[in-house]
């Protein structure tokens, strides 16, 4: 297991080169040069300074040492400097990525704390009233987009009842900053996302379930005189989850797209928020930096997802 | 093991084809799918609506004579009334000539998006499925390394970097963002059908590779693949919206349904302006919900063994 | 729009705004009402919590003048007072400084500082602390390291290019600055400039020497007292700082006496969602961003008070005088006439805000009255009738012909991107000028950093090659905030200037605006006179088409008073002239 | 004889779903004997797996469902028992091995842990003594390497493992009676004898009685007692071995023995019995063999015959015999 995640850890180093040189290259190919965006144009000798500043930021070497002086500098953590928010990108992306990341997993909770029983529920009663109502509901919502739910719940939970707050990721008052503060915070686009995986979630449950009912071994392990609760959390639900971890793995690659516009949406100070801010301000640096990182959610993300494969199928972990 | 009967059959595709001209008394297998679609009555419900949502975009001019650009300071941010039945936004444009010219947008970068990643995939995944071989590593590496970007992070920064309003760019850099999982579909289909009988014997025949992919191996993956375009068009619909939600996708003044949606955010608005937000929202959802409920029918129809 | 803004503060004073105004409509609702809150004679209770939302986030870097965002300005104002502060009126009153002297040849002010002023640990605030800032602001490192944006403080201070240029270390050095006691200065300028404290040293932060001169200044970034400072000389003084919100405790030291309001937030708070927060009272106060299509609904509510104001500052068509179709100042008044101000207004801005037809907001005492100005009144026949005479035929289509060119005039508009807004009043111009036969084309809206870069094109010869090769003629819409002194040099009226962006050359002009500072103009008569007549100039001549003032919406809890003095309203400009110190809020 | 160990009377197993009713099994009588080795024979879809599911009581839900009938199992039938009650029967006075042994384990669990979980379900063992238990029970039934094979899991064994580990499963609680069904399809032919003699032994050491359910007369000549020959969810011939191969009486069980392949007759084609069973969802009203029997008579296709007593303990479903 631990040379098999190693080699997998490895595997990824070409893959994070590739994506380096390429998310170097096209910043490097995008118009408007920062030190011209940063410079008031009412200061003297602003030629001369400009040339300063391109000399301290290694403008003016070639394209390859540029971006092998970005690698360094990016591996120890020296991430540049935001000329918009006037400081050290990855002071920025400290916070932004702590808020995210209770975002996704307070989303990700609700997602598997409801999805996943509803489709076992649907599994263990097929084709009841109960499995046709949810099937419908989870398609309706599988389909209606994420970003038009959480307009409907900021409509009902922050307009209407006032119980959510609609925006941010913390509040005023005594509780402000503290972590309760950032999960009230973080529940209602969580529960944006949830719904939406959630809908995802139960289809597929039900699905692998279903499938997995229909195996030889279940039938092995009721002819063993188990009773129907061990056999569906036992042998069914062991089974049925081989292709549940790689919907989860799979989730944590693309809960990056998902928080970009969510976080968008609810203006909550995460990942994708500061990326769409950096963005709008031609913060090339920091859109370095988070694009790199949402390409390594994507990696660790199909990483988990392989080794939680192997954990719970053997038959992976022994080839 | 199959060059045997290829040699001694020297045109097995001729006397196929002949029989399916003339083979009206059973059914082709299209002919069955599409019979079990009609039986769908979810699915056909769906693809009613769908075609009125499509005909009210192209026939949108015919549906109301307000313009979904003109810009009207004299009447602002006015509620519904018998002139603009929806109201209109902060330029004083009609709400309802927008959702109704909106479509057109949404509708355009589904079928065009969804056609050009469509090329794009048949093309590498094709390639791909038919070589194998290098051709196929070299295509799988460029896939998996789009894989690993975020499509929409690349989407936005591809957008922001351009500075452009251009539909046609936009539904480009869509596709040109989106087709790794196409691709590997089409791929994996290929693959499978690469060993096939009738694939191997047209090789020995000495069939050009353009002609044993789009002659006689499209036309076998037709059922998956036209199950799969009809989601990913839902999905790219779904894309656009969230693009234009957070000002990336289509840009004002041409409206589409996100960046209706993106002037309507604020609490204000989503409190006192129904009509200015659940409009576009309600037909988002309806036109996703109506191409996934039709992809579901069509998979149903080609594959009935399959169950959901 | 914050980026012109900060450049016009690095080249001007920084002041106040809307003292008068506020004080002078008392639009909002009476005699017995300020600006916004509510004034009424109860006695003030200390203690509570007030909290402000602003639209963007702050950047952590609270020494002044590290930082040039309005956001972040706006809460170190509240933590280090500045030499001079507002008053009512406009006018300029010392504040830390106890009074100021100007020499016999106008070259040398001597300032003294209050005897009661002390840093909150205790303390005094000195004349070396002044001199400390002034260093720090003029030094090479400023401006390389820090990348900082306000050298121009103390650009007209004497020998502020030696130390820029490395040649000197201190303003002490080089005549600059001459300390005569702890409490007492004088700054000897570069010449007699009657506008010249008012923009550069009036508004200066002090900070201080005793904590700061042990860190090496290109530390001064990442130093723990930049991201919080601890010592300060305001009313406020910073206790908990996190991505989002500031928190600040009363300074029990503080020289006016200890602040009302025991602690401040500042929140960064979207425009979308602030109603709500105010009507919840989650927010006391919320400042810049609130739309004016939701002032009605503002109003509505009732625990909430909410003023619109006209800004200090004007939104501009700009076009560049270099290009021959604008030299006919016959085109720029048909350009004036066409434009249906009022109706964006309307429109736009639900009537709120002010039209202008100076760059010399109303607000200013240096406005010059209507009276003696024309009033560019919609008039689409005179514009119709000034084409005609200019010599701009209609073409059989209705477009008219470019006497230049003569091919049907095709004009191209710019307009910064991220705000409706700007969309609709590029579209409202396109359809008012299209109505009286001038064609214009929309380019796409781009981000305010690459609309500059162009405008700014190299010397402009880059864009002329490239106007001239389209034949097309160039406008833009931008928008300034202006600093409380009415000096025309700091929008870049003058020529040469990095900020005269329509490349307006006119010697009269020159002249005119001398007359606006020389050394007559130290009397403040005199200087009045010279404004109003640049204005009536300015009027004349249209070199821009300045469009008007937007309103600005600031909205306030009800339970928070303010006293009748103080203003609200334009908190884009920097300055401390907001006595927040003076505010108490009723308890709950 | 003593009391018969189990009895099943008219066993009915129906497929009820909208459109149709698929009678897999269409009332079935048969009686096993304590340690006899009773065989159920048949084509693929004649319900002899059904007959043994439903013994069970794991017929397949929902739609599958057990109409009518009785199966007495040492005096209690298992049909009024509730379904808890049958899970104490299950797997402990009656257990059952399956046909696949690549698919009937799971793949996720070792070895160990599918064996002991019979254990601790039925015998209220701990862990550790149902390891020594299952370990004990895997070197019975011939598994070299028990120790560690329990720690292993299926996808590790050879196919002929995997049905000794099934059959260890199984026999672990000592049942009364074994259902095995088509156990030696899946395997080559060495295997399957080792087995079917595993199998043999089992019953010499347990007691236990055993229904083999199997297409493969050969399996049946070696193993069997008694024979019961299903057809289209019927019984068609029920009498011991013996009888059976002496004198086959049913026109389908002669066909059965025909068509096996022998290698002293060295016949130039394999006989097989034309036409194909009939749709079980619409069963023809006289007797389900007629189609395709040599000796239908017109009334063969009008009226079905009942099972019938031809000789003493020979039962036969045909009125032409």
């Known amino acids: ?319 | 093991m199959s060059m045997a009967p290829a040699m001694q059959q020297p045109s097995p595709v001729a006397p196929e084809a002949e029989q399916a001209n003339k083979g009206r008394v059973s059914k082709s297998p299209t002919r069955l799918a599409l019979e079990r679609f009609l039986h769908n009555r979810a699915a056909v419900a769906s693809l009613i609506i769908l075609l009125l949502i499509i005909l009210s975009a192209v026939f949108a001019p015919f549906i109301t004579h307000a313009s979904p650009t003109l810009q009207d300071l004299a009447n602002t941010d006015s509620p519904p009334s018998a002139l603009h039945p929806l109201g209109t936004d902060s330029n004083g444009t009609d709400y309802f000539a927008r959702d109704l010219w909106g479509g057109r947008a949404d509708l355009l970068v589904g079928f065009l998006g969804t056609a050009s990643l469509l090329i794009i995939s048949l093309v590498l995944g094709g390639l791909a499925g038919y070589y194998g071989k290098w051709v196929d590593a070299v295509v799988m590496r460029l896939v998996d390394f789009m894989m690993n970007f975020p499509t929409l992070l690349l989407i936005i920064v591809l957008m922001a970097i351009l500075n452009t309003s251009s539909l046609w760019l936009l539904i480009l850099v869509i596709a040109l963002t989106a087709w790794p999982g196409m691709t590997r579909f089409i791929r994996g289909l290929f693959l499978n059908l690469r060993e096939a009988d009738y694939v191997l014997s047209a090789k020995m025949v000495g069939a050009s590779t353009w002609r044993i992919i789009f002659k006689h191996m499209v036309p076998n993956i037709m059922g998956p693949l036209v199950v799969n375009a009809t989601l990913t068009m839902a999905n790219l619909i779904a894309l656009e919206a969230a693009l234009a939600v957070i000002g990336f996708g289509v840009q004002p003044p041409q409206p589409s349904w996100g960046n209706i949606l993106n002037g309507a955010q604020d609490i204000f608005t989503l409190q006192f302006k129904p009509w200015a937000w659940i409009p576009p929202a309600g037909l988002i959802s309806l036109t996703i919900l109506c191409i996934n409920f039709i992809g579901d029918g069509l998979r149903d129809a080609f594959d009935p063994s399959f169950e959901r | 729009m914050t980026k012109f803004r900060k450049r016009n503060l690095a080249a001007m004073a920084l002041a106040a705004s809307l003292t008068a105004l506020a004080a002078g409509c008392g639009a909002a609702g009476g005699a017995n009402n300020t600006a916004a809150g509510t004034a009424d004679n109860t006695k003030p209770v200390d203690g509570g919590t007030l909290t402000i939302g602003q639209w963007q986030k702050f950047n952590q870097q609270f020494i002044p003048f590290m930082d040039s965002s309005l956001y972040t300005a706006n809460i170190t104002m509240e933590a280090f007072d500045s030499l001079f502060n507002i008053d009512k009126n406009l006018n300029f009153v010392p504040w830390l400084a106890q009074s100021y002297q100007w020499s016999p040849d106008k070259k040398t002010v001597t300032i003294t500082l209050r005897s009661d002023a002390n840093w909150s640990d205790g303390q005094p605030i000195t004349s070396d602390d002044v001199l400390f800032t002034m260093d720090y602001l003029a030094s090479p490192t400023y401006t390389n390291d820090l990348q900082g944006q306000y050298e121009s403080l103390v650009d007209p201070v004497k020998g502020s290019d030696e130390i820029l240029a490395g040649k000197a270390k201190s303003f002490a050095d080089t005549g600059g600055f001459h300390k005569i006691s702890d409490k007492k200065f004088s700054i000897t300028f570069k010449t007699a400039d009657a506008a010249a404290l008012w923009y550069s040293i009036a508004t200066l932060q002090p900070i201080p020497k005793h904590v700061l001169q042990n860190i090496p200044m290109k530390d001064w970034l990442t130093s723990d007292y930049d991201k919080m400072p601890t010592v300060v000389s305001g009313p406020y003084k910073f206790t908990k700082v996190t991505t989002d919100s500031v928190e600040m405790q009363a300074n029990p030291n503080y020289w006016a006496g200890k602040p009302h309001i025991q602690t401040v937030i500042w929140k960064t708070v979207t425009p979308d969602v602030a109603p709500g927060l105010l009507s919840s009272g989650q927010l006391d106060m919320y400042l810049n961003g609130l739309k004016a299509r939701d002032f009605q609904n503002l109003k509505a509510l009732n625990n909430v008070n909410a003023v619109a104001e006209p800004e200090f500052g004007y939104e501009y068509l700009g076009w560049k005088l270099w290009q021959k179709e604008l030299q006919d100042v016959r085109v720029r008044q048909a350009i004036a006439y066409a434009i249906n101000r009022q109706q964006m207004l309307q429109g736009i801005y639900k009537g709120l805000g002010q039209i202008l037809n100076s760059p010399i907001p109303k607000g200013s005492w240096a406005a010059a009255p209507d009276s003696e100005l024309i009033n560019y009144n919609y008039d689409p026949n005179k514009a119709n009738q000034l084409l005609d005479e200019a010599g701009w035929k209609k073409d059989a289509n209705g477009w008219r012909i470019d006497p230049v060119t003569h091919q049907e005039a095709q004009f191209v508009l710019d307009y910064p991107s991220n705000n409706p807004d700007r969309a609709s009043e590029a579209e409202a111009i396109a359809q008012d000028l299209q109505a009286v036969g001038l064609k214009v084309k929309l380019d796409p809206p781009m981000d305010f950093n690459a609309l500059l870069k162009k405008v700014l094109t190299t010397n402009d010869q880059q864009l002329q090659q490239q106007m001239n090769q389209s034949h097309q003629i160039y406008l833009w819409i931008m928008a300034w905030g202006l600093s409380t002194d009415p000096d025309p040099r700091g929008n870049g009226w003058t020529y040469p200037n990095a900020n005269n962006l329509q490349d307006w050359n006119d010697p009269t002009n020159e002249q005119l605006i001398k007359k606006t500072y020389d050394v007559a103009a130290f009397d403040q008569n005199v200087r009045k006179q010279a404004l109003i007549e640049w204005q009536k100039y300015f009027n004349q001549q249209w070199p821009a088409m300045i469009l008007y003032s937007r309103p600005d919406i600031v909205a306030v809890n009800k339970r928070v008073h303010i006293p009748q003095d103080d203003v609200l309203t334009s908190m884009q400009q920097f300055g401390p002239y907001i006595n927040m110190f003076q505010w108490w809020v009723s308890p709950q | 004889m003593a009391e018969p160990l189990l009895a099943i009377q008219n066993l009915k197993t129906y497929f009820i779903s909208r459109d149709s009713t698929v009678r897999a099994v269409d009332g079935i009588d048969l009686e096993v004997y304590p340690r006899q080795v009773v065989c159920i024979v048949g084509e693929s879809g004649c319900g002899k797996s059904m007959t043994s599911l439903s013994i069970m009581r794991l017929v397949p839900k929902p739609k599958g469902k057990i109409v009518d009938g009785q199966i007495v199992f040492q005096g209690r039938d298992l049909l009024k028992l509730s379904e808890k009650a049958m899970t104490d029967v299950r797997g402990n006075e009656i257990s059952m091995i399956f046909q696949e042994p690549m698919t009937a384990l799971n793949p996720v669990l070792t070895i160990g842990d599918q064996i002991t979980e019979v254990l601790v379900r039925h015998r209220n063992m701990n862990k550790r003594q149902a390891l020594a238990k299952a370990i004990e029970m895997l070197k019975r039934v011939g598994v070299p390497r028990a120790e560690q094979i329990v720690h292993e899991y299926p996808h590790q064994l050879s196919g002929g493992l995997r049905q000794r580990v099934m059959i260890a499963m199984a026999m672990v609680c000592e049942p009364k009676l074994l259902i095995a069904d088509e156990p030696t399809t899946a395997l080559d032919v060495t295997i399957q004898a080792q087995v079917l003699e595993l199998m043999r032994q089992l019953r010499e050491d347990f007691n236990t009685a055993i229904i083999l359910i199997t297409h493969d007369l050969g399996v049946v000549a070696e193993m069997a007692d008694h024979v019961v020959v299903m057809y289209a969810g019927q019984v068609v011939e029920s009498v011991n071995a013996d009888e059976l191969f002496a004198e086959p009486l049913h026109p389908y069980t002669q066909g059965l023995m025909a068509s096996i392949p022998t290698l002293d007759e060295e016949k130039e084609v394999l006989y097989s019995i034309p036409g194909t069973v009939p749709d079980a969802a619409a069963f023809p009203e006289g007797c389900r063999f007629a189609s395709r029997c040599p000796l239908a008579q017109p009334s063969c296709f009008e009226k079905m015959p009942e099972l019938r007593e031809v000789k003493p303990g020979h039962f036969v479903r045909c009125d032409v015999v």
Request: charged share 10%; proline share 4%; with cysteine.
């Open chain 1, 1 to 319: 297991m631990g040379t098999y995640i190693v080699r997998r850890l490895l595997g990824m180093i070409p893959m994070l080169f590739a994506i380096t040189v390429f998310t170097f290259l096209m910043m490097h190919a995008a118009p408007g040069n920062a030190i011209d965006a940063m410079i008031n144009p009412s200061i003297r000798d602003i030629e001369q300074l400009k040339e300063h500043l391109r000399e301290i930021n290694g403008l003016n070497d070639p394209l390859w040492l540029q971006y092998v002086h970005w690698l360094e500098h990016f591996v120890v953590g020296n991430w540049g400097f935001s000329f918009n928010f006037h400081e050290p990108v990855i002071d920025l992306i400290g916070p932004a990525l702590a808020n995210t990341l209770l975002l996704a997993v307070v989303a990700e909770v609700l997602t598997l704390l409801f999805g996943i029983p509803i489709g076992l529920y649907q599994a263990r009663h097929p084709y009841s009233k109960f499995d046709y109502t949810a099937s419908t509901i989870s398609f309706v919502l599988y389909s209606v987009p994420y970003y038009i739910l959480a307009l409907l719940l900021i409509y009902v939970f922050a307009i209407n009842l006032q119980i959510f707050p609609a925006q941010g990721a913390t509040g005023t008052g005594p509780l402000a900053g503290t972590f309760i503060d950032h999960l009230y915070h973080a529940l209602l686009p969580a529960l944006s996302i949830a719904i939406a995986n959630m809908a995802v979630y139960t289809r597929y449950t039900r699905g692998a379930m279903l499938e997995v009912i229909r195996k030889d071994f279940t039938r092995t392990a009721y002819a063993k005189g188990l009773s129907e609760g061990r056999v569906f959390t036992k042998h069914v639900f062991r089974n049925a989850m081989i292709p549940l971890v790689t919907q989860f793995g799979f989730d944590i690659g693309s809960f990056a797209g998902g928080a970009i516009i969510l976080e968008g949406l609810f203006q909550y100070q995460g990942m994708g928020y500061l990326t769409i801010t950096s963005v709008n301000n031609r913060d090339y640096t920091v859109i370095m930096a988070t694009t790199v990182l949402f390409a390594v959610c994507v990696l660790l993300g199909n990483l988990i997802a392989d080794i939680l494969y192997a954990v719970v199928d053997p038959r992976i972990r022994y080839n």
